[in-house]
Nanobody, 124 residues
Framework: QVQAVESGGGLVQAGDSLRLSCRVS????????LGWFRRAPGKELEFVGG????????YYGDAVKGRFTVSRDYAKSTVCLQMNSLNTDDTAVYYC?????????????????WGQGTQVTVAS
């Protein structure tokens, strides 16, 4: 069993940056990486970015490519999501979860141990 816990959300202004953290515990060796997702008000769950444990390769959703960066902090056993140049469209609840599939999946069905989510609100 794997469990993820997010932290770091808050209220920021458009153009600001924010850093989210995800701490993963449990049987991490049974998973292949970690992914970040978000759900904006009235919208479907959207893939944001992810990292693969074996080689630290990262991959991103089209909406955040070039602005968001996923990285690992080995000392703290966390995965961070650095979000730059935020805009109002980035307002959402952000979730992290462990990837249970070998491929670089953007499908929520390939993730487990979901956290409770952290709210990010970007004001104009």
């Amino acid at each position: 069993q794997v469990q993820a816990v997010e932290s770091g959300g808050g209220l920021v202004q458009a153009g600001d940056s924010l850093r989210l953290s995800c701490r993963v515990s449990g049987r991490i060796f049974t998973t292949y990486g970690l992914g970040w997702f978000r759900r904006a008000p009235g919208k479907e769950l959207e893939f944001v970015g992810g990292v693969t444990w074996s080689n630290n390769s990262t991959y991103y959703g089209d909406a955040v490519k070039g602005r968001f960066t996923v990285s690992r902090d080995y000392a703290k056993s966390t995965v961070c999501l650095q979000m730059n140049s935020l805009n109002t469209d980035d307002t959402a609840v952000y979730y992290c979860a462990a990837r249970t599939h070998t491929i670089l999946s953007r499908d929520r069905r390939h993730y487990g141990g979901w956290g409770q989510g952290t709210q990010v609100t970007v004001a104009s």
